[in-house]
């Protein structure tokens, strides 16, 4: 009770002194006006796109490309049966270029934990393992969003 008495009194307030209509005028010019931050049907102009979200993590992509990494350090001359599984499950799960962007990313970031090894194998690791999947070179200097 004694929450809902001090909202009503607020709200009173905020009316009184005009600071409310300030604000939805405000929030009207944000909605309807051209320069409006997101899109709604209002304004008659498109819906921005859903958030992007990665089919895995850093996480799991570190947890697949670990036994894989004795053969993409050049220690091991042939992947591992598990190494080659995993790259599999990498496949299935990269289907756009956004999800080979991202693990691009998480790739770099593991590299980076890693150094300094070179990652000699990274490009024949899907031929390797008779998949159809290509993993670019990436470095520590790779720029991730140039993957096509």
Known sequence: ??????????????????????????ANRDVIGSAAPNPTLLNDKASPLPPY?????????????????????????????KCCA??????????????EQELCKCIKIIIGDHEPHEIKQLPVLGEQCNINFYIPPINGNTDCSLIV
Do not use: N
């Not at 004795?70 to 591992?80: E, H, K, L, V, Y």
């Open 1 to 26: 009770m004694c929450s809902s008495i001090k909202f009503l009194a607020l709200l009173v307030f905020l009316i009184g002194s005009g600071i409310m209509q300030t604000l939805i005028a405000s």
């Open 53 to 81: 979200h990665a089919p895995y993590s850093y996480f799991d992509v570190h947890g697949l490309i670990s036994p894989c990494w004795p053969f993409i350090t050049g220690r091991d001359s042939d992947p591992s049966p």
């Open 86 to 99: 995993s790259t599999k499950k990498l496949a299935e799960l990269t289907h756009t270029r956004r999800d």
